[in-house]
């Protein structure tokens, strides 16, 4: 039921620099809303991360950001850490009558 | 500090229904608007639905309309999720979630684990 779709993993060595893409459609990210993205940890509830497409909320360290272009969004992190071995899952508006929200399909970090 | 605290972890026979309930405390009540998202396990989150609390008002997921019924207690500031007619792919954690004027979804409350086993 997701429409939006996130690559299944990506990974790097502690320190480097990896971005997740989050690819929608005109009824969501196209139509002007905002893109926001949860970290979850296994076993834990999501967690927000960035909303409004770029702002972090208090506490998110700077490493996180996120950005926007056209029908697809990105999550990048910056000096990549142990504990960002997580699944990060994108999150926006819907226009079409199937439903408000729409999340994307998920993306596990690995760090090597 | 908006915190959502939810019910326990059910276990149901197909077919059957289940509520889960979601308290909130602290943050202004009348701000309040609370979704259900669900998690099978191994997969994604999928938006099933949302109330806002001080005028009763839902709105569900088109994959869930029929079967879902989201209701709220003002004086108890609890959100609650009936699913009904449930299969054994409805076994899934289910999350309530505050959503804000900008529409992201924050805080989340624990989860609560539904198994759907004969």
């Known amino acids: 039921q997701s429409v939006l779709t996130q690559p299944p993993s990506v990974s790097g060595a502690p320190g480097q620099r990896v971005t997740i893409s989050c690819t929608g459609s005109?009824?969501?990210?196209?139509?002007?809303?905002?893109v926001h993205w949860y970290q979850q940890l296994p076993g834990t509830a999501p967690k927000l991360l960035i909303s409004g497409t770029s702002n972090r909320p208090s506490g998110v360290p700077d490493r996180f950001s996120g950005s926007k272009s056209g029908t697809s969004a990105s999550l990048a992190i910056t000096g990549l850490q142990p504990e960002d071995e997580a699944e990060y899952y994108c999150?926006?508006?819907?226009?079409?009558?199937?439903?408000?929200?729409?999340f994307g399909t998920g993306t596990k970090v690995t760090v090597l | 500090q908006v915190q959502l605290v939810q019910s326990g972890a059910e276990v149901k026979k197909p077919g059957s229904s289940v509520k889960v309930s979601c308290t909130a405390s602290?943050?202004?009540?009348?701000?309040?608007?609370i979704n259900w998202v669900r998690q099978a396990p191994g997969q994604g989150l999928e938006w099933m639905g949302r109330i806002i609390f001080t005028l009763g008002i839902t709105d569900y997921a088109q994959n869930f309309q029929g079967r879902v019924t989201i209701t709220a207690d003002k004086s108890t500031r609890t959100a609650y999720m009936e699913l009904s007619s449930l299969r054994f792919d409805d076994t899934a954690v289910y999350y309530c979630?505050?959503?804000?004027?900008?529409?992201?979804?924050?805080?989340w409350g624990q989860g609560t684990l539904v198994t759907v086993s004969s």
């Open positions: 999150q926006s508006s819907d226009t079409t009558v199937s439903g408000r929200y729409v």
């Open positions: 602290g943050g202004t009540f009348s701000s309040y608007t």
């Open positions: 979630a505050r959503d804000t004027p900008g529409d992201w979804f924050d805080p």
């Open positions: 005109s009824s969501n990210i196209g139509a002007g809303y905002d």
